[in-house]
């Protein structure tokens, strides 16, 4: 299995705080088991911060879910998941999207969600950070984001890439808007560091 994945895409491999090894790689198509997996096991506040929608969702909802993910175009919709290896299988901890909006190209939509026992190890900033790198590549000059206003975790990643944005917040919704550098000459900030290209 592992020989498959090297020639679509070599993963990045990155060290969480607790010394974790996590590789981040673009899902394919047989990944839906893998985020079905992650998704099933989310608690209901995570759910719900990532979805705004409140209450379990129906084993097929998941499949339906992790099928779309990994199912889009990938000029217009890249997903990334992140995953561990704490024995010989993959196990997924995060996974995080980019859509590209259909009215305007130069807009690209982003959301993620890290499993409540990984969260707080620098891998949401790591892949923010990669979904950048993503959308710049892509002629995407700002990112979306739509969350509850309770979700104090996804505003603290995007303030911590010190880059300019707006956030606004409406019965009880918040909309924000990054403007995206021109280059790259932002490193990746604090925490996780990349160990391997």
Sequence with gaps: MHHQRTHISQPHIFRTLRGQLVAVRPAM???AFLLTELLGRLSERALR????????FSGEAIWNEAVRMTGGHPLDHTTLVATIQP?????AVAVAELV?????PTVGEIALVVRDDEQQQGIGSFLLWRLIRLAQRNGITSLSASMLAENRAMLRLIHALDLPYTATTRYGETQVLVQMPRNLRHSLPYR??????
Excluded: P, T, V
Aim: aromatic share 8%.
């Design 87 to 91: 024995n010989e299988y993959d196990e």
């Design 49 to 56: 911060l990532r979805y705004m929608r409140s209450g379990r």
């Design 100 to 104: 590209r909006d259909r009215h305007d």
């Design 29 to 31: 198509a047989a990944d």
């Design 192 to 197: 996780a560091h990349r160990i391997e290209n």
